[in-house]
C-alpha cells in the first residue's frame, strides 16, 4: 500500500452556488486541515467567487461557462504546476460530505482514482426511471472496461492520484458527462487503478438541480453518447504523459 500524499487539493468546480461554497469549504477545511481547496468559479454571475474567497479558498475565475468537465480540467492544470500530488474534486452545492474526503484519501494507498460511490450499500441517495436505469447499464458495462465492480459512475466525488493527475492535466474531458463516463473510460485505458469507496449523499445546501425527472430521456441519450465517444478516442498511456 502507497503513502497517502499529502498535497493534497481539493478541487470545486462552482457556478452560481454562492449559498453554499463557502460552508463546503469550512467543512473541507475542517475534514482536512492540511489540504488546500480550489474553488474554479466557472463563470458565475453572482458572489461565488467572492464567497469563496471569503472562506479562505485560493479561487479560480473562468471567462466564461466551460462546465464541470472545463473547470475540473483547470483544476487539474493548478494542481499540476503547483505541486500537488492529490486532487479531490468535492461539489460545491454541499452534497458531498468532507467528512468522507479521508475515506478516498486512504484508497489510493492501492488505487489511481477512487469514486465515492453513491450506490455502493451506504446512505438513502435515490435515483429512480430511466436516469437509474441508464446508470446501472453504464456501471455495468464500466466496471467491465476498469475491471474492477463500480456501481456508480456518474459520481463527481472522486480522488485522483498522482498518475492520474498527470493524465488528467492533459486529457481530462470538458464535454457534457466527459468529466464522470468519460474521464472513467480515459482512466481505464490508460491504465490507472480505479475503485470505489461507498459514501452518503446529502440534499444540496443551495443553488438549482442540474437534472428535473423531465430531462431523465435526454440524460439517456447523452450518456450512451459519452460512453461511446469516450471509447472512439485513442487510447493514452501513462507513460505517455509528460
Known amino acids: 500500500m502507497r503513502p497517502i500524499d499529502l498535497s493534497v487539493l481539493v478541487v470545486i468546480p462552482a457556478l452560481n452556488e454562492e449559498d453554499s461554497v463557502g460552508e463546503v469549504i469550512r467543512a473541507v477545511v475542517a475534514a482536512v486541515p492540511s489540504a488546500r481547496c480550489l474553488v474554479v468559479d466557472d463563470g458565475s454571475s453572482d458572489r461565488t467567487a467572492a464567497c469563496a474567497r471569503e472562506a479562505g479558498a485560493i479561487v479560480l475565475s473562468l471567462p466564461y461557462n466551460l462546465g464541470v468537465g472545463g473547470a475540473m480540467r483547470a483544476g487539474f492544470r493548478y494542481a499540476r504546476d503547483n505541486g500537488h500530488g492529490v486532487v479531490v474534486q468535492v461539489d460545491a452545492d454541499g452534497q458531498h460530505d468532507p467528512a468522507a474526503i479521508l475515506q478516498l484519501l486512504e484508497a489510493l494507498g492501492d488505487a489511481d482514482l477512487v469514486i465515492g460511490a453513491r450506490f455502493a450499500g451506504i446512505g438513502d441517495y435515490g435515483v429512480r426511471g430511466p436516469r437509474r436505469w441508464a446508470m446501472r447499464a453504464l456501471a455495468t458495462i464500466m466496471s467491465r472496461v476498469a475491471h474492477t465492480r463500480l456501481t456508480d459512475v456518474t459520481s463527481g466525488f472522486k480522488a485522483a492520484g498522482p498518475r492520474a493527475v498527470a493524465l488528467f492535466a492533459e486529457n481530462f474531458p470538458a464535454e457534457y458527462l466527459g468529466d464522470t463516463i468519460e474521464a472513467l473510460v480515459i482512466g481505464a485505458r490508460a491504465g490507472l487503478a480505479i475503485r470505489q469507496v461507498p459514501v452518503a449523499m446529502r440534499q444540496r445546501q443551495g443553488g438549482e438541480p442540474s437534472h428535473g425527472p423531465w430531462k431523465a430521456a435526454v ?22 504523459v509528460r
Open 219 to 240: 440524460y439517456l441519450t447523452r450518456a450512451c453518447a459519452a460512453f461511446l465517444l469516450a471509447m472512439m478516442r485513442p487510447r493514452t498511456r501513462i507513460e505517455d
